[in-house]
């Protein structure tokens, strides 16, 4: 079982960028498709970015394109989340997340068998 443990959240101005990173336990990082979700106070969570094992691979969602970028470092048992012109919308707490290699489709939180606690991110206006 991998252990994650969010870092880097925080208040910034929209416009402003923040990195997130998530540091795995366990020798077998580097196997897992590794995704970012967040959540929004009374809303559901929602997928924002994923990566394959050999970091070959990423995706993200519509809402971030162009403005987040998922990355790892799989020596280091991390991976990141580099967000940049953040805006309001953007606020909620973002969960790190891990998956079996297999796994079909990254956007879904089923896909994934660990989490970690979580980190806040503040926009304002």
């Known amino acids: 079982q991998v252990q994650l443990v969010e870092s880097g959240g925080g208040l910034v101005q929209a416009g402003g960028s923040l990195r997130l990173s998530c540091v795995a336990s366990g020798r077998t990082f580097s196997r897992y498709t590794m995704g970012w979700f967040r959540q929004a106070p009374g809303k559901e969570r929602e997928f924002v970015a994923a990566i394959i094992w050999s970091g070959s691979a990423t995706g993200h969602a519509d809402s971030v394109k162009g403005r987040f970028t998922i990355s790892r470092d799989n020596d280091k048992n991390m991976v990141y989340l580099q967000m940049n012109s953040l805006k309001p919308e953007d606020t909620a707490v973002y969960y790190c997340?891990?998956?079996?290699?297999?796994?079909?489709?990254?956007?879904?939180?089923?896909?994934?068998?660990?989490w970690g606690q979580g980190t806040q991110v503040t926009v304002s206006s």
């Open positions: 997340a891990s998956a079996d290699p297999s796994s079909r489709d990254r956007t879904q939180t089923s896909t994934y068998d660990n």
